[in-house]
């Protein structure tokens, strides 16, 4: 089965420095990767997806994640943090047909003034 | 802008009630989830469906059915609810062709079992 790993539970940046939330992958064939968002007591944006091509992928809001095979790794980065990024982060592989995707626990991301 | 509507955002229901929650995309997508979204453990697939009358148990379906009689409405059922299914259910959909299956969620729904 495919699966996605998270390894940190909250990352706390000040606003102005740069944001990367961690995610590797397990999979058997090309991975299909993503990245969604949630806002308190909201359901989940998109924020970006890796199938082929560039290993950067852009996305919304000025994220954009990097795609490395060797590493099994798939982080979600952003130049400059604002206060308004402060969300819950996850990151997404597709299992399988019919466009199902299996997630990751999340990360809670805290951007301080 | 594709939209996913949950007609219930938040809900209170005793135990042993059944409960039943309502999903709406206005996107004529083929494929609607209900995910379960826990603390700690992420989003969890229930059940899916890929067209009318069809669907596909997901990775936690003990406890729930699921209902799809039109293509743009998708219905998780508690058939008889239990303080463990308190949670927040989220709807989502996506379309089988083109965009390589985005999934487009809904804002939620917030369930206290008493």
């Known amino acids: 089965a495919q699966s996605v790993a998270q390894p940190e539970d909250q990352v706390n940046v000040a606003e102005g420095n740069p944001l990367t939330v961690k995610c590797t992958y397990s999979?058997?064939?090309?991975?299909?990767l993503f990245w969604y968002v949630q806002y308190p007591n909201r359901g989940l944006q998109f924020l970006l997806k890796y199938i082929t091509g560039d290993n950067l992928v852009k996305g919304s809001y000025g994220f954009e994640a990097e795609f490395n095979k060797s590493q099994t790794s798939f982080h979600l980065k952003k130049p400059s943090a604002l206060v308004s990024d402060s969300a819950l982060y996850f990151c997404?592989?597709?299992?399988?047909?019919?466009?199902?995707?299996?997630f990751g626990a999340g990360t809670q991301v805290v951007v301080t003034p | 802008d594709v939209k996913v509507t949950q007609s219930s955002r938040y809900l209170v229901k005793r135990t042993g009630e059944k409960v039943f929650l309502e999903c709406v995309q206005d996107?004529?997508?083929?494929?609607m989830f209900w995910y379960r979204q826990d603390p700690g453990l992420g989003l969890r697939l229930i059940y899916f469906s890929y067209d009318v009358k069809m669907k596909e148990k997901g990775d936690i379906p003990e406890g729930y059915s699921v209902s799809r009689e039109k293509k743009e409405r998708f219905s998780l059922i508690l058939e008889s609810a239990s303080t463990n299914q308190t949670s927040m259910y989220l709807c989502a959909s996506s379309s089988t062709f083109g965009g390589l299956n985005t999934i487009y969620f809904g804002e939620g729904s917030w369930l206290t079992v008493v």
């Open positions: 996107m004529d997508h083929e494929n």
């Open positions: 999979v058997s064939g090309n991975p299909y």
């Open positions: 997404a592989v597709r299992d399988g047909g019919w466009g199902k995707l299996q």
